[in-house]
């Protein structure tokens, strides 16, 4: 990959070479302002100067910098790698200590190892009240204002992306305060499918709800399981739930139920979300046992042919080309009804955060900005991941997944169609809601106490504050 230059510089020319930058600027909110770089507010707790930035990792002697990240799939895996072997070859006083763990184990493990009495310097943090706002709340992550300034993240990156990573400083306000993170990549949860099956069966991609069911049931009539599905590491839940929700509740609606803007878990969009899961489960629409199948399970059969769809995020595109071949594989987002906007639910991966205990913090951010800035969104590009900002420059070739991906992201970002992942929510609404799920899917629960039971959730949390 590339040689990289980790000191500041002018970020003027590179917002207009990241012109594509603006496909990221969806608003998350109907009134958010799409400027780049307007903060929300200080808020609680702002961060405070400690003294000028360091921005030469040579200076800073040797150095062990443990970082922690969730990038096991293979695009993200293989970049992570090749930029953290570049980093070291430019500063060999450094030495990465990477530990990688799958989404779901970093859920229930890192809080122990900021806790502990060797924490990692970096790390990646999942947006949202659950995880950041936690962290943020037991002062295990430290402000990144003053390093957003030096390498002026705080103008190359859209506001609404720099908002999902910031909390006050108590961790009660999430998307205003101090900024906590970066994010390298993009993302959007949409729908794989196998191009020679679904010609087969005389059907084209699905565009709409609608489509995607008469294609699930053209699939299960003729032998092929319609949808690789497995629930066992819980967050495939999440995304099923939130494409789905995302086309019979709509946009304004699920915004207002995450953002805590006066809408109801229990209203008919969700509950008829809902009810169209428990329905696909009952029609053997998805995987046998899905329950207690993983989701790598789940993609590996959708790769080998078992199946006709996978509903999954951008982060499996490389994955799956490799094993599927770019051309065979396609991707699309779904829209309400035909001729209307995509909508579903993404924004930016996990956001690399620098520890409150880090003993090198400098060199923390200096490692943070080689992986976010132009060189380092190129060379994730280059592994087959979407970045945040894509360069201006990059162009998958026609007929590919990545091209289909980068066209999808267009057209939910551009026309604001890009929705919040459900469980930012509260900070325990990431596994009511899994639980929930699961019991739905499983016929324990019916729709509408599934609606309830996220409900009561949700009126826990706001009864805290």
């Known amino acids: 990959m590339n040689d990289r230059t980790p000191a500041p510089r002018r970020r003027g020319t590179r917002r207009r070479r990241y012109a594509a930058v603006a496909l990221a600027a969806a608003c998350l909110t109907a009134a958010a302002a799409c400027a780049p770089g307007s903060s929300s507010g200080s808020g609680d707790g702002a961060a405070k100067s400690a003294g000028p930035v360091s921005t030469d990792p040579a200076k800073a002697g040797k150095v062990t910098l443990t970082v922690w990240d969730q990038n096991t799939d293979p695009g993200s895996d293989a970049s992570t790698k090749a930029l953290n072997k570049a980093f070291m070859k430019k500063y060999p006083n450094v030495t990465i200590k990477r530990v990688s763990r799958s989404f779901a184990d970093l859920k229930t493990t ?17 947006q949202g009240y659950p995880d950041m706002g936690t962290f943020v709340k037991a002062q295990l992550l430290q402000p990144v204002d003053r390093y957003a300034k030096t390498y002026h993240w705080d103008t190359a990156y859209p506001a609404q992306l ?174 309400p009804k035909a001729g209307d906007t995509p909508v579903t639910q993404g924004g930016e991966g996990l956001a690399w955060a620098v520890t409150s205990k ?3 913090p400098d060199v923390a951010a200096a490692y943070m900005n080689f992986l976010v800035d132009e060189n380092g969104m190129k060379l994730s590009a280059d592994y087959g991941n979407l970045p945040a900002l894509p360069p201006a420059s990059y ?19 551009e026309k604001d169609g890009l929705l919040p992942y459900l469980d930012y929510t509260t900070p325990t609404f990431y596994d009511t809601l899994t639980a929930a799920v699961q019991e739905l899917m499983a016929g324990q629960i019916s729709p509408e106490k599934f609606g309830q039971t996220l409900q009561t959730d949700h009126d826990s949390f706001l009864k805290s504050r």
């Open 110 to 126: 890192l809080k122990l190892a900021l806790s502990s009495a060797n924490p990692p310097d970096v790390v990646q943090a999942n």
């Open 162 to 335: 720099l908002d999902l990573n910031r909390f006050s400083g108590d961790g009660k306000t999430w998307k205003t305060g101090n900024l906590y993170g970066v994010s390298q990549t993009g993302e959007i949860v949409g729908v794989y499918y196998n191009k020679a099956k679904l010609k087969s069966l005389g059907l084209k991609p699905p565009q709409t709800l609608a489509d995607f069911q008469t294609a699930l049931a053209k699939a299960k009539a003729s032998g092929l399981l319609p949808l690789s599905y497995g629930n066992a590491d819980k967050s495939p839940g999440i995304h099923l739930l939130g494409v789905v929700q995302a086309l019979t509740a709509g946009k304004s609606e699920v915004r207002k139920l995450v953002f805590s803007e006066g809408a109801k878990w229990t209203g008919s969009g969700t509950v008829k979300a809902a009810t169209v899961l428990r329905d696909w489960a009952k029609k053997g629409y998805l995987t046998q046992g899905f329950n207690g199948q993983s989701k790598d399970q789940a993609a590996a059969a959708f790769a080998e042919g078992k199946s006709l769809f996978l509903v999954d995020g951008t982060w499996q595109a490389a994955g799956l080309a490799t094993k599927m071949g770019a051309e065979k594989l396609g991707f699309t987002a779904l829209s």
């Open 358 to 360: 880090s003993k090198h």
């Open 395 to 413: 162009s998958p070739r026609s007929g590919t997944v990545h091209a289909d991906v980068l066209a999808a992201w267009k057209s939910v970002s």
